[in-house]
């Protein structure tokens, strides 16, 4: 009898067997479309906490209920910063291998401080103000998804980087892009450089002339919900230690932009507007340059930054984020609807992902009896001035400070006859002693340092041996790089490093996958997707859970 069931389930098990591999597989089309979405400074919580307060099912709660939600997706790498996530969410890639090792950084081959995407090579596009449009991808070693799509079609597929900043929009698009555009705070305009085309097209110069910015400051910004509902839901509307955008007067709701109309183009990015407008380009660009009409497919990456300026100044527990995700869940709803129509309901794949996460605002932390404190990089470099002069030694030799890497002065060490050692034994003797400081690690030796193996292998990925620092500051959990009020990110925490990812379209099942997901997963998954080779940096696995 024993033996018989187990014949029945072996035969049972070969019957489904054969029935799979007989069955004619469905093989659906390659998608003509596929829109990657970077929501800056985005929790991975913020989706299951802000989901009772959506007013669509169609916008995030689209993802859950027709796609996948890959809930433990983490940054392997410090520092988690913008330039560093939208690397690596386009590369599969790590700091260590692509080369952007933070939002700015010191190059130790060419003794300067460097801007991620700076260019002095290009001019700018649609400004007369030339240092915003100065920006390409020239600082990333590694190719991107938009890359290897190219290579794939002999540079048929089309691809396209809209952001409100800069890093946002040009290094998804990557290098092989046929347009960036972000937007210029001075001239209120949406721009490029001449890295892309010598001119603006047309459709985008008649966007600017029409001065949208303008008409959403006299809208203002209002509540699009019951008052109640942040009342019992976030911290106060008021509070000492957020910060200020909107003028030192200007602490609640609802706010009042009348007086930035054609006057000040800087405020909209901490606005939910911010978002209205790169949804906007997108659109623009979709339709113009006829992305998803053709069966070779093409890649919008959109990343909206205004989360990032709103959560610095107000922090992941204020009305300000909670009304700013209600807004921009009905901006995703509105997109989705747009993709049907224009691209069709089944052509297209929708990746959401972030940059990084955020802290909570220290005060917030501690009057909740959490840890949390302030340690800005420009008070680390205060601190190791003090503790350079205390020794005789001369301050000048740290070259920079930057998202807590700190650069010695190599040539001066050498010229002073002083070594590595010495320096390192008495800066970390120092900053050990203070209170926000964790540990100072070495950062080519972080591999051996006296941390758990997740803290070492996320400092080794983001170092990177031409830009990065010669110590890492480690700070305790719940210490933020910034100051008394608002927020920041940078750091190997939780709060920092989960993020995120949520897919939807074709090829993409329905379901939620928990197994630990990194964010260098993200592209291989997508190339997957597509049949393509994966990006050249690529460390990450494809989420086979996800994919049909
Ligand atoms: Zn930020």
Redesign the pocket.
């Known amino acids: 009898m024993r033996i018989l069931t187990s014949i029945s389930i072996c035969l049972l098990s070969l019957t489904t067997f054969a029935q799979k591999q007989v069955s004619p597989i469905k093989t659906s089309a390659k998608p003509k479309l596929v829109v990657g979405i970077v929501v800056?400074?985005m929790r991975w919580d913020y989706v299951n906490k802000f989901k009772p307060f959506f007013k669509s099912q169609n916008g995030f709660l689209h993802f859950i209920n027709q796609g996948t939600t890959c809930d433990n997706t983490m940054i392997p790498y410090v520092p988690t910063?913008?330039a560093c996530g939208h690397t690596c969410v386009y590369t599969g890639s790590v700091p260590a291998l692509h080369g952007i090792a933070g939002n700015n950084w010191y190059d130790n081959v060419k003794q300067k401080q460097v801007y991620c995407v700076e260019d002095a090579s290009v001019q700018a596009v649609g400004t007369s103000n030339n240092v915003a449009g100065q920006m390409s991808p020239i600082n990333v070693w590694t190719s991107t998804i938009g890359d290897e799509l190219k290579l794939a079609t002999n540079f048929k597929s089309k691809v396209i980087g809209v952001s409100l900043k800069d890093r946002g929009a040009i290094i998804p698009a990557g290098h092989a892009a046929d347009a960036a555009y972000w937007y210029d705070t001075k001239s209120g305009n949406f721009i490029s450089s001449t890295y892309y085309a010598a001119t603006l097209p047309s459709w985008l110069t008649n966007y600017n002339n029409a001065h949208h910015v303008d008409s959403l400051y006299s809208k203002g910004w209002d509540l699009s919900l019951a008052k109640s509902i942040y009342e019992s839901n976030c911290d106060a509307d008021e509070n000492a230690y957020e910060s200020t955008p909107f003028g030192k007067d200007a602490k609640h709701f609802p706010y009042d932009f009348k007086s930035f109309v054609g006057k000040d183009y800087s405020k909209i990015t901490s606005t939910p507007y911010g978002n209205n407008l790169v949804i906007d380009i997108a659109k623009q660009a979709l339709l113009n340059e006829h992305l998803g009409e053709d069966n070779i497919t093409d890649l919008l990456a959109v990343s909206f930054s205004s989360p990032?300026y709103i959560g610095?100044s107000f922090g992941p527990n204020s009305w300000e984020t909670l009304d700013g995700y209600v807004k921009l869940d009905e901006i995703l709803a509105d997109f989705f609807s747009f993709l049907d129509k224009q691209v069709g309901k089944d052509n297209y794949t929708v990746f959401l992902t972030a940059d990084h996460a955020v802290a909570n605002i220290p005060a917030y932390a501690k009057k909740h009896n959490l840890p949390g404190d302030n340690y800005d990089d420009g008070a680390v470099k205060n601190d190791i001035t003090a503790c350079l002069n205390a020794n005789n030694l001369n301050p000048k030799l740290i070259s920079f400070v930057g998202e807590y890497n700190i650069y010695y002065n190599h040539p001066l060490m050498d010229s002073l006859h002083i070594s590595n050692e010495t320096l390192t034994t008495i800066i970390t003797n120092y900053l050990e002693k203070k209170p926000q400081v964790l540990q100072v690690v070495e950062s080519r030796k972080a591999s051996i340092a006296a941390l758990p193996q997740i803290a070492r292998e996320k400092i080794v990925n983001g170092y990177n041996a031409q830009r990065g620092g010669d110590l890492m500051l480690l700070t305790k959990s719940g210490v933020v790089d910034g100051y008394p009020t608002g927020t920041?990110?940078g750091v190997l925490y939780n709060y920092d490093a989960h993020i995120p990812f949520l897919i939807v379209g074709n090829g993409i099942k329905q379901g939620v996958v928990n197994t630990p997901t990194y964010m260098t997963d993200i592209a291989p998954t997508i190339t997957t997707l597509l049949g393509i080779q994966m990006p050249s940096g690529s460390i990450g696995k494809p989420v086979l859970e996800l994919l049909k």
């Open positions: 800056d400074q910063v913008t990032d610095h920041s990110h």
